[in-house]
């Protein structure tokens, strides 16, 4: 039951919820004595069990409790434990005999806030409202205790955070005065942080780009804004470096600027990749342009060449028509040498590939080396032991070695020395996520090292284009180090270059290491080119090497049949299927490529023979037909004596077991499946 201490209350007036315990005090002595205090209104409940008391704490907010010393059915230990273990801050007052003071000693001592003699009830309210009062002080002080604990360790986390960051950190005053750096800072720069406290933050910047960049920072916080931006720096050492700076004002509760935040990170590993993977996109556009270049010019040459061979053919030995005729055919053949070194940079250059022993190349190669680099360049050639093998074009990987040493005898023009090396070397994944350029695997690195006046970064940046020098005009076509890279690429190999102005030149070539492997017997020289009476099928969509194609297997006894594209291809096939004992089948064609010509014919006619003709790699075609299928691919330009030799080996040759076993079916109907190929 619930009673108040007075009648009525000033508005004013704060109320407290009591709970008594027992017989703390009578009605009477509280209707008496009226548990008053000046501006209080003491509201009681009284209750005399452990099941009310649990209810009443769990049901509702009390101001306090007031406990009898004795009661019948809850002792006062036990009803202190119940309201401490629900609210440690709730008030609990005992009243006692004088003769049980001790006990209410040992009562406070365990959490009682007060006790109170029986026969003094008038003191209660009083203090009552004092243990009120000083359990709120302990509460809010509390409160403010765990929050400045809570605060406190807030901040010795973001010291923590700040002083382990990743990123280096910088915080000035409003006059860009440095007042802190974390470590990271000192590892990234090498100041450590007494000479660097105190400076100004426009200082920063050693120079250069970054003196600018740490100028445009400051202005833009200095005029309460932010600023993002990425910029070379300098090390303490002199070691130029790149970061990624995010500079920002530090505003007070108010909105008034107390210091400046600066975070940078170094984004120089990211910058190296970023560099050389545009390098790669370049030098692969370039590639694609000076391939299609170099196959639209080789289809003009071959027409050239052939209708040059057919007048030598046509002409008397002697005179000057012949002397004429023979200007151009080497004028052809000059043209084609600059063709093929843009078909090797755009690695479409086609392969004899063999295993090869680098050491071998190397020394089979010293004497015209030495030869070509002259008297006053010592040569030096450091051969790895158990050297792997590389799979590789003999004749290409002269070429490179060839080039990289007039390259290096060039800048040596006073003398000099030129080591070549070899050796085994292991490239792991680590080291790949480094370095873009990179595949993990056995290697065999080939190194040129000069001691000559070595290039600059804007040099480097070029030194692979095709038909960039640094030479004097016509001291060189600026096709040398193009064509070292294209046959690199071709040989799933990488290159990379080392140079500093005044310090030399280091080219370094990784090659894919193999085990050794027993040498195949070479074969035969090639048989005097011969012709025959047989029928072909020329597919080729460029009108003068059709012809030409056409001229030289007629006049070698064949007969021949011309389509200008794959789909013409088909419909001749069609007509004259009994006929036709080989098809010479260009890759790329409109309408239909030659691939798709071979794929529909092969099916129903298993001893036709094919011979694909490209100016582009063989790579795809070999590995889709000629390793599976057994198919040939003479590649552009060919002579006349070539394309018979190739065109009879192909006649003669045994097909392959793939194909021969299978008996032909009836006829395929390039009509009835027309759509298939429209």
């Excluded at 004092?130 to 604990?149: N, P």
């Excluded at 303490?236 to 505003?251: C, L, M, Q, T």
Aim: charge should be negative.
């Amino acid at each position: 039951m619930e009673h108040s201490s007075v009648q009525g209350k000033a508005p004013d007036a704060t109320i407290l919820k009591v709970l008594l315990l027992g017989d703390a005090v009578t009605g009477g002595e509280l209707t008496a004595h009226g548990m008053e205090y000046p501006g209080h209104v003491l509201k009681w409940t009284r209750l005399d069990n452990a099941a009310d008391l649990r209810d009443s704490l769990e049901g509702d907010r009390w101001d306090a409790v007031v406990c009898a010393h004795s009661m019948p059915h809850l002792t006062c230990l036990y009803a202190l434990e119940v309201v401490k273990s629900h609210d440690a801050w709730t008030p609990f007052l005992l009243t006692v005999a004088p003769c049980d003071e001790d006990f209410a000693v040992r009562a406070v001592q365990t959490g009682a806030a007060d006790y109170i003699f029986s026969d003094r009830p008038g003191r209660l309210a009083a203090a009552i409202v004092r243990a009120v009062r000083e359990a709120g002080e302990q509460r809010t002080h509390s409160r403010e205790k765990e929050e400045l604990q809570a605060a406190e360790d807030g901040l010795r986390k973001l010291s923590m955070a700040v002083r382990q960051s990743p990123s280096a950190v910088v915080i000035a005053n409003p006059a860009g005065v440095i007042e802190y750096v974390n470590p990271k800072f000192t590892e990234t720069t090498g100041f450590p942080p007494e000479e660097t406290l105190g400076q100004n933050l426009r200082q920063l910047g050693l120079g250069g780009p970054a003196m600018e960049a740490h100028e445009n920072l400051w202005r833009s916080v200095a005029g309460g804004g932010e600023w993002r931006g990425e910029f070379q720096n300098r090390r303490k050492d002199g070691a130029v470096y790149w970061e990624r700076a995010y500079a920002s004002p530090i505003r007070d509760a108010s909105g008034a600027v107390t210091h400046y935040l600066v975070i940078k990170e170094e984004i120089t590993q990211q910058k190296v990749l970023e560099r050389q993977f545009q390098q790669s996109q370049k030098m692969e556009a370039i590639g694609q342009l000076a391939g299609g270049v170099a196959h639209d010019f080789n289809n003009i040459l071959q027409v050239i060449a052939g209708y040059g061979n057919f007048l030598l053919e046509l002409l008397p030995p002697e005179g000057e028509p012949r002397e004429y005729a023979q200007e151009i055919v080497q004028g052809v053949e000059r043209a084609t040498g600059l063709t093929r070194q843009l078909l090797v940079f755009s690695s479409r250059q086609m392969l004899e590939m063999d295993d090869l022993d680098l050491n071998e190349v190397v020394g089979g190669m010293a004497k015209m080396l030495k030869r070509i680099i002259g008297e006053d360049i010592e040569m030096e050639f450091a051969g790895g032991e158990g050297l792997l093998a590389v799979r590789g074009d003999r004749g290409q990987m002269e070429q490179v070695l060839l080039n990289l040493c007039i390259n290096a005898r060039d800048a040596m023009p006073g003398g000099g020395t030129l080591t070549i090396g070899t050796e085994n070397v292991v490239i792991d994944q680590k080291y790949c996520e480094m370095h873009t350029w990179a595949a993990p695997g056995n290697h065999v690195l080939l190194s040129v090292t000069d001691t000559g006046c070595g290039m600059d970064a804007q040099t480097q940046a070029r030194i692979f284009d095709p038909f960039f020098t640094t030479k004097e005009p016509g001291e060189g076509t600026g096709l040398g180090l193009a064509t070292v890279y294209g046959i690199v690429r071709q040989h799933q190999g990488m290159v990379q270059v080392y140079s500093e102005p005044g310090q030399g030149t280091s080219f370094k070539i990784y090659l894919p290491g193999i085990e050794r492997r027993a040498q195949t017997p070479a074969s035969p020289a090639a048989e005097r080119a011969r012709g025959g009476t047989e029928t072909i099928l020329v597919a080729e969509d460029d009108k003068f090497l059709r012809t030409l194609a056409a001229r030289i297997l007629e006049s070698a006894g064949y007969t021949v049949l011309q389509a200008a594209n794959g789909r013409e291809a088909l419909d001749l096939f069609s007509r004259h299927s009994g006929r036709i004992d080989l098809c010479l089948l260009d890759v790329v064609m409109p309408k239909l490529g030659g691939k798709g010509v071979y794929d529909f014919l092969r099916r129903g006619h298993p001893r036709l023979r094919f011979l694909f003709t490209s100016g582009y790699s063989a790579n795809t075609v070999q590995t889709e037909c000629a390793a599976k299928e057994g198919v040939d691919l003479i590649q552009k330009p060919y002579g006349p004596n070539a394309l018979l030799r190739r065109v009879r080996g192909v006649l003669d040759a045994p097909l392959p077991a793939s194909r021969s076993t299978h008996a032909d079916p009836a006829p395929a109907r390039w009509e009835t499946n027309r759509a298939l190929y429209s």
